[in-house]
């Protein structure tokens, strides 16, 4: 059976992606909400508002990919295929969203919910999560070395369980180390 192959191309609103490989395409508020993107490629591609709630993604590559404005409640990143898993939100609801055991050093968080997202086992070295909100999100065993949490808000996150060296945090942010020793801080 011969591979679906598409370079190039823009699809919008009412256009359904054949199973394939897209490369350099731009999808513009396309729904795939509750839709199966098992075994799709998406290379140097780019997101604008499409809706990617409860999809499916069991093996999708997702290689230098741009999200902006994207609706992705429950999205399960820990079932894509790990090869090569790079990607940047701008603007995106991640909330409930699962990066368990995903490597993805360098990933940029811009102007994002992340409610609730499961970061458990992840490797985010040198992520970003600017203006962030992380309120409820699960960092356990979680490595976020040299990570910019400096504009992140609502985090709670256990220095003694993650591994935080290098990492960036604001002064009022701190309050986000310390959840786990129940005190009291004020200014």
């Known amino acids: 059976m011969q591979?679906?192959?598409?370079?190039?191309?823009?699809?919008?609103?009412?256009?359904?992606?054949a199973k394939g490989e897209?490369?350099?395409?731009?999808?513009?508020?396309?729904?795939?909400?509750g839709k199966d993107l098992s075994g799709f490629q998406f290379t140097e591609c780019g997101f604008?508002?499409?809706?990617?709630?409860?999809t499916t993604i069991n093996k999708t590559a997702f290689r230098d990919v741009v999200f902006k404005d994207c609706k992705m409640l429950g999205l399960r990143?820990?079932?894509c295929?790990?090869?090569?898993?790079?990607?940047?939100?701008?603007?995106?609801?991640?909330?409930?969203?699962?990066f368990y055991q995903c490597?993805?050093?360098n990933t940029v968080f811009k102007d994002s919910d992340l409610q609730g997202a499961d970061c458990t086992e992840a490797d985010f070295t040198h992520a970003v999560f600017d203006h962030c909100n992380l309120a409820q999100a699960v960092f356990?065993?979680?490595?976020?070395e040299k990570a910019d949490f400096r504009t992140a808000y609502h985090y709670s996150i256990n220095p003694e369980n993650n591994r935080i060296k290098?990492?960036?945090f604001s002064v009022p942010g701190i309050k986000g180390l310390l959840d786990q020793y129940d005190i009291e801080i004020t200014d």
């Open 48 to 54: 604008n508002n499409c809706n990617f709630s409860m």
């Open 22 to 33: 897209y490369e350099n395409c731009i999808f513009n508020s396309c729904d795939f909400g």
């Open 81 to 98: 295929n790990p090869f090569g898993l790079a990607f940047s939100f701008e603007g995106c609801r991640l909330n409930h969203a699962s």
């Open 166 to 168: 290098k990492a960036r």
């Open 77 to 79: 990143f820990d079932t």
């Open 3 to 17: 591979e679906y192959y598409v370079t190039d191309q823009t699809f919008d609103r009412n256009d359904t992606p």
């Open 103 to 105: 490597k993805i050093k």
């Open 140 to 144: 356990d065993r979680t490595i976020i």
